[in-house]
């Protein structure tokens, strides 16, 4: 049996937060995905949650994955196996799944619904979507349920019941799942999601889902966070951020083939739409043609961090309409870099009531030493000599 595992679709998501729409680039990895899963003649499609980007989706995202749901199901007679995601909804989800199901397309929403498995003919497949521990608290009638760890125990402990001894079982969830009990490594790599106390960055470690031949994740969007051979991660199938894109991850999708013999998988790169560079150098160097001729320049999308010994370097200059001439106009993100080493403040515990200079040179010290040496200008000074009320009347 073939699956294709994908997750963190988050179709309707904008670059970077800033407006900037994806969905051109999103229609480009889902047709590749579709024909992935036509050659390699799957027998499903995985989507391991946040099908969506936010929980009341713009027209044009449902449109997109209506149209990428059609392909798969009706014209290339594939099933899909999905979760919500902590950015989906729910609720609204939830609409049409009998209906859906009996058409090849099984998404599962609320935690009751997670106890009975796909059965295929070599194949158990549960479907755990995102949940908080209030959920696994009311599912349960429990009130001792206070934490990720607890809920997630139960859940897997009752669905261990269901096993049938003669098939592989598969689960498909949406969690922040570690190696062990520090977790340090997966926040680092959580560089799309927002930060959540409950759920969405509680980890749970991998000893959880021991018992499954293979765990489909999503919700941490670089595969490289997967905490093990068989509990694995498949990454979204863009980048989202400048933080991604500086990590210059490879975004696509695992090919599982399960058997007798065990599990394998493949991952399969899926190509993006426009790549997405970020550049750190001087801004004399951002601007010599030896150096920006080695890029796509207004092919693929930029964010620099321009390295300036002191910013003022750069006063008077329209640094983002030269740099937008050079490498085109989609700057995703420009910040400025000073590399002047500054000495640390040495005014705490300083108590301007005993000092023994006069007010003019206490400000003049207080502005040499929060800029690093700077002194007042001659317009500076009569500023402070006004404010003070020593100027000309």
């Known amino acids: 049996m073939k699956l294709l595992h994908t997750a963190d679709w988050h179709i309707g998501r904008q670059l970077n937060n800033n407006g900037i729409s994806l969905l051109e680039d999103q229609a480009h990895v889902l047709e590749q995905i579709i024909d992935l899963a036509k050659k390699e003649a799957v027998d499903g499609v995985i989507i391991a949650g946040d099908l969506y980007d936010r929980g009341l989706p713009p027209v044009e995202a449902v449109s997109l994955f209506n149209q990428t749901l059609n392909r798969l199901l009706f014209e290339a007679g594939i099933s899909v196996y999905a979760i919500t995601g902590n950015h989906d909804s729910a609720k609204r989800?939830?609409?049409?799944?009998?209906?859906?199901?009996?058409?090849?397309?099984?998404?599962?929403?609320?935690?009751?619904?997670?106890?009975?498995?796909?059965?295929?003919?070599?194949?158990?497949?549960?479907?755990?979507?995102?949940?908080?521990?209030?959920?696994?608290?009311?599912?349960?009638?429990?009130?001792?349920?206070?934490?990720?760890?607890?809920?997630?125990?139960?859940?897997?402990?009752?669905?261990?019941?269901?096993?049938?001894?003669?098939?592989?079982?598969?689960?498909?969830?949406?969690?922040?799942?570690?190696?062990?009990?520090?977790?340090?490594?997966?926040?680092?790599?959580?560089?799309?999601?927002?930060?959540?106390?409950?759920?969405?960055?509680?980890?749970?470690?991998?000893?959880?889902?021991?018992?499954?031949?293979?765990?489909?994740?999503?919700?941490?969007?670089?595969?490289?966070?997967?905490?093990?051979?068989?509990?694995?991660?498949?990454?979204?199938?863009?980048?989202?951020?400048?933080?991604?894109?500086?990590?210059?991850?490879?975004?696509?999708?695992?090919?599982?083939?399960?058997?007798?013999?065990?599990?394998?998988k493949t991952f399969h790169p899926l190509k993006p739409y426009k790549d997405f560079l970020v550049l750190e150098a001087s801004y004399q160097d951002l601007l010599q043609k030896d150096f920006y001729e080695k890029y796509p320049r207004k092919k693929a999308r930029f964010a620099f961090d321009i390295l300036v010994e002191d910013r003022k370097d750069l006063e008077g200059i329209n640094v983002r309409a030269q740099l937008e001439e050079i490498y085109g106009e989609e700057i995703i993100d420009l910040r400025i870099k000073e590399t002047r080493a500054r000495r640390k403040p040495s005014w705490a515990g300083f108590n301007p009531t005993k000092s023994k200079l006069a007010e003019d040179q206490l400000i003049a010290t207080f502005f040499a030493e929060m800029t690093g040496g700077d002194q007042l200008s001659a317009y500076q000074k009569s500023l402070v000599q006004e404010l003070l009320g020593r100027g000309e009347a």
């Open 93 to 264: 989800l939830e609409f049409g799944q009998e209906f859906f199901k009996r058409q090849g397309f099984h998404l599962v929403s609320k935690l009751a619904d997670s106890f009975q498995p796909i059965e295929l003919e070599e194949v158990q497949i549960f479907l755990l979507p995102f949940i908080d521990p209030i959920d696994a608290r009311i599912y349960y009638q429990d009130s001792d349920i206070s934490t990720m760890d607890q809920a997630i125990s139960r859940i897997i402990a009752d669905m261990k019941k269901l096993f049938n001894p003669a098939k592989k079982q598969v689960l498909v969830s949406h969690f922040a799942v570690s190696k062990g009990a520090d977790d340090s490594g997966l926040r680092e790599q959580m560089l799309s999601e927002t930060i959540r106390t409950v759920g969405g960055l509680a980890t749970l470690t991998s000893d959880l889902f021991a018992d499954f031949d293979y765990v489909a994740l999503g919700h941490i969007h670089t595969r490289f966070a997967s905490p093990t051979e068989r509990i694995v991660y498949s990454g979204s199938p863009l980048i989202f951020n400048k933080d991604e894109a500086k990590r210059q991850d490879i975004k696509g999708a695992y090919l599982v083939e399960i058997s007798v013999a065990g599990v394998r």
